[in-house]
């Protein structure tokens, strides 16, 4: 019983050692000079202008939460699609109410311009 | 497997009509007149009536068992109806004033599509998000001017409280499922005598906690006086009458069908959570001087005296809470209408600031005072019989004493009733007509709207004719109690 | 189908019951002493993980039970996403107007 996770400890140990490994290697041969460019955080493009722990634009939390309620209704579609040919029709027209009902709030916000980027 | 969905047209015609209020609004041109909103709105809850009254004496379930559709269940769709009506017709001038009509028209409509499932659910799953879908709803309609200081902060305690009670009734309601293994209220029955007490009684307690919320019980009742006070009084309105009756009609069920008194004894605490609630409403509203918040405590207070029909625990007690839903459903809904008219017009929520009113407005006076004494539950109208009857069914089962709190509550309640009334006809008798200085004639000229006057006629014709007609309004609900009654 | 070994550490009704009743008391807890609004929102969703959890350990192991537990969970689930869209919106609501999410400054209504 045990012995089933052998792989899966040597498959762990491997992955230790090989990212480890050439860290280590490097520290060791490498040669260094850190100056003050070098330090910097971010050496690829410009600094940055202002503190970076800003509020985002609050309308990004409209996205988040119609993606959130579209996210989650879509776990009644998977029970369904498991077994719908047993159902027989009444159980496709179900759903496809239940579609249409979320296509109405989706119509809703796209009206509203809820999905507008700005 | 049973979809019979010919049983569930009063609630999706009203869905159909929710959604058709949003969608025509938003693909419509901006400056078309929004008075069809109102059309659709009516128009889908008097084919959902029609449609609720042709399933009257159907008396079978839909969606295996999870949705009964009997005759109690239809009373209660039909009253949750007419009570959104008049809502809708009381609110024209609020509507008048908000820039989200539709949202508004289709908010009210899924709420009172939740109040309806609300009150057949047979099935826990169905009970939860009936209660969910019209707890959400009236969260937002609580919230609804969103730059008002007042609007916002009723809709976050509202919000706050009623998600984290349905938590805590979910969890009875998960121990409730582990007990017997089902969560159909008539299979629940069948197996509860196998369950250890002490889970039992924790379930029971979870169970009367949630709807405690809903129905504004005492321990429960503290967010009442805050959201009341704060939501836009068409919603406060609806609240105060629709919420709350949805909340016992799904409380009455559950209790009769899933917990049978012979294996759980609920009746002591049913009783212990009336007479606080009654007592605590009572007191508090002697002291209140905001028309809204006397108003909130008096409803808390009436929650008080429904308990007291389901602690009866009887079939006697079932049609008596019915009627009484039936009365304070009329009853308090023309008090507020009353009051939006007044507020309208005075432009102040103190009961200090109504002296005077019968010469300012003899009709809104008058509107008040009837319902006002109907709450107190004084003879010739319908509040006096609606106590009438819950108190005879309490004494019926022996809770005498229980009936004896009731009556010292009404005694008492009769005093803050009373005083509104003393304010509007009694004060400044001596001198006649009320002076310059008075509050009432310094105020704008805002004549009640013909929607508002519509909705507050209907509603005072309701109490008057649910009291003279009580022994007849009394044998429906005799007749609808027997489908969920033991 | 390969062979179902019997499992390490099996689960029992009381690990499932236990954790179950431990996210609800943490849930609840957290919902009735925090001040910050979405603090509390964020609690009311961990009590409802907690019957998640209780519902699908019964529905495992109740002697009796049927599916109604499984699907009860996913209700929750959906339920739960949708009263954090609501929740949030009234949230943001408050704080526009006053610039502050904790319930103790939320107190123009008295009482």
């Known amino acids: 019983m045990v012995a089933s996770f052998g792989p899966i400890a040597m498959a762990v140990v491997i992955a230790t050692i090989f990212g480890l490994l050439p860290l280590g290697i490097s520290r060791l041969v490498a040669p260094r000079k850190p100056d003050s460019v070098k330090n910097a955080p971010y050496e690829c493009g410009v600094e940055t202008i202002g503190p970076t722990m800003i509020q985002f634009k609050n309308h990004f939390y409209l996205y988040a939460l119609i993606f959130v309620i579209f996210d989650v209704e879509a776990v009644f579609l998977f029970p369904w699609a498991v077994i719908f040919s047993q159902l027989g029709t009444l159980a496709l027209v179900e759903m496809f109410v239940f579609v249409g009902l979320l296509l109405v709030g989706y119509a809703y916000a796209w009206r509203k311009g809820a999905l507008d980027w700005v | ?486 | 189908m390969p062979q179902e070994l019997p499992p390490l550490y099996p689960i029992s009704l009381q690990h499932g019951l236990l954790l179950g009743a431990a996210l609800f008391s943490i849930g609840i807890a957290g919902a009735l002493t925090r001040r910050n609004a979405i603090t509390i929102l964020m609690s009311i969703e961990v009590m409802l993980n907690g019957t998640i959890v209780t519902f699908v350990t019964f529905a495992r192991y109740a002697p009796t039970a049927d599916l109604a537990g499984q699907i009860f969970s996913i209700f929750i689930m959906t339920v739960a996403a949708a009263e954090a869209a609501v929740g949030l919106a009234i949230v943001i609501a408050v704080y526009r107007l006053r610039h502050t999410v904790s319930v103790d400054a939320v107190d123009t209504l008295q009482g």
Not at chain 2, 7 to 35: C, K, N, Q, W, Y
Not at chain 2, 38 to 56: E, K, T
Not at chain 2, 213 to 235: C, H, N, R
Request: proline share 3%.
């Open chain 2, 1 to 486: 497997m049973n979809f019979n969905l010919v049983l569930l047209m009063p609630e999706i015609a009203l869905t159909s009509a929710a959604g058709l209020a949003i969608l025509v609004d938003a693909f419509s041109p901006r400056g078309l007149s929004r008075r069809f909103l109102l059309w659709i709105a009516g128009g889908g809850i008097a084919i959902s009536a029609a449609l609720a009254l042709r399933l009257l004496g159907t008396n079978t379930s839909a969606f295996n068992g999870a949705i009964a559709v009997d005759d109690y269940a239809v009373f209660f769709k039909l009253l949750f109806l007419a009570a959104t009506l008049l809502v809708l017709l009381a609110a024209d001038t609020f509507m008048e004033e908000t820039r989200h009509r539709a949202e508004f028209v289709g908010l009210l409509l899924l709420a009172t599509t939740g109040l309806m499932l609300l009150a057949a659910a047979m099935d826990l799953i169905t009970l939860y998000i009936s209660i969910e879908i019209s707890s959400l709803s009236i969260a937002f309609l609580s919230a609804w001017d969103k730059r008002g200081l007042r609007s916002t902060e009723a809709g976050l305690k509202y919000f706050l409280l009623s998600a984290m009670s349905s938590a805590v009734l979910l969890y009875g309601m998960a121990l409730l499922y582990g007990l017997t293994g089902h969560t159909r209220l008539d299979l629940i029955a069948t197996q509860i005598g196998q369950g250890p007490n002490a889970a039992l009684f924790l379930a029971l307690a979870m169970l009367l906690a949630g709807f405690g919320f809903k129905v504004s019980a005492v321990p429960f009742q503290m967010w009442t006086p805050d959201v009341y006070e704060g939501a836009p009084l068409p919603i406060t309105a609806f609240l105060s009458v629709a919420s709350k009756a949805a909340g016992f009609a799904a409380t009455v069920r559950v209790l009769q069908i899933a917990l049978p008194t012979s294996q759980t004894d609920w009746t002591v605490l049913v009783a212990a959570l009336a007479a606080a609630t009654m007592t605590v409403g009572n007191i508090v509203a002697l002291v209140q001087t905001n028309m809204k918040r006397m108003l909130a405590y008096s409803s808390i207070a009436q929650a008080g005296y429904v308990l007291v029909g389901v602690a009866a625990a009887s079939q006697l007690g079932v049609s008596a809470v019915m009627f009484y839903l039936l009365a304070y459903t009329a009853t308090n809904l023309a008090a507020f209408i009353a009051c939006i008219a007044i507020f309208n017009l005075t432009d102040s929520e103190q009961i200090g600031d109504l002296r005077g009113l019968r010469w300012r407005s003899p009709w809104l006076a008058f509107a008040l005072a009837v319902s006002l004494l109907s709450l107190a539950g004084l003879p010739p109208f319908v509040g006096f019989f609606a106590k009438l009857y819950v108190f005879w069914a309490a004494a019926d089962r022996g809770l005498l004493w229980l009936v004896l709190v009731g009556v010292v509550n009404s005694a008492v309640s009769l005093y803050y009733y009373a005083q509104v009334i003393h304010d509007m006809y009694i004060t400044g008798i001596g001198g006649g007509e009320p002076g310059v200085g008075d509050p009432v004639t310094t105020l704008g000229p805002r004549r009640p709207s013909p929607g508002l006057s519509t909705a507050l006629t209907l509603a005072v014709i309701g109490v008057l004719v649910f009291g003279v007609l009580s022994g007849f309004f009394f044998g429906i609900g005799d007749v609808a109690a027997r489908t969920v009654a033991r």
